[in-house]
């Protein structure tokens, strides 16, 4: 029988592979989010409500790609980094002779 991975270690994988697209999709629902609220917010000008939804993005963006530093450290850090560059050439090379 083949190992069965938990719906959490699939998407740590997933995100480990995809940190750009993780920070990005991050990114976009962070702004979206932002103006939904601000627009609930009738006091508000148009442009502060635009202003204050691109800070609260950026601001998610950089605890993002805080996060993805912290992930590649210690993928580095264990050492499973390594592995799946050494497991991927064994690979690339194989097919190549």
């Known amino acids: 029988m083949g190992e069965t991975k938990s719906t959490a270690a699939s998407v740590r994988e997933w ?14 629902s962070g702004i979206a989010g932002s103006i939904a609220y601000n627009w609930s917010q009738p006091n508000m000008k148009t442009s502060v409500k635009i202003i204050h939804a691109r800070l609260h993005a950026q601001g998610l963006t950089l605890a993002a790609l805080a996060g ?28 190549k002779e």
Do not use: M, P, Q
Not at 15 to 28: A, M, P, Q, S
Not at 69 to 82: C, I, M, P, R, T
Not at 83 to 89: D, H, M, S, V
């Open 15 to 28: 995100i480990v592979e995809h940190k750009l697209r993780t920070v990005g999709c991050l990114w976009l």
């Open 68 to 95: 993805a530093a912290v992930v590649e450290y210690y993928d580095h850090k264990s050492g499973a980094k390594a592995e799946r560059y050494a497991k991927f050439l064994d690979n690339h090379y194989a097919h």
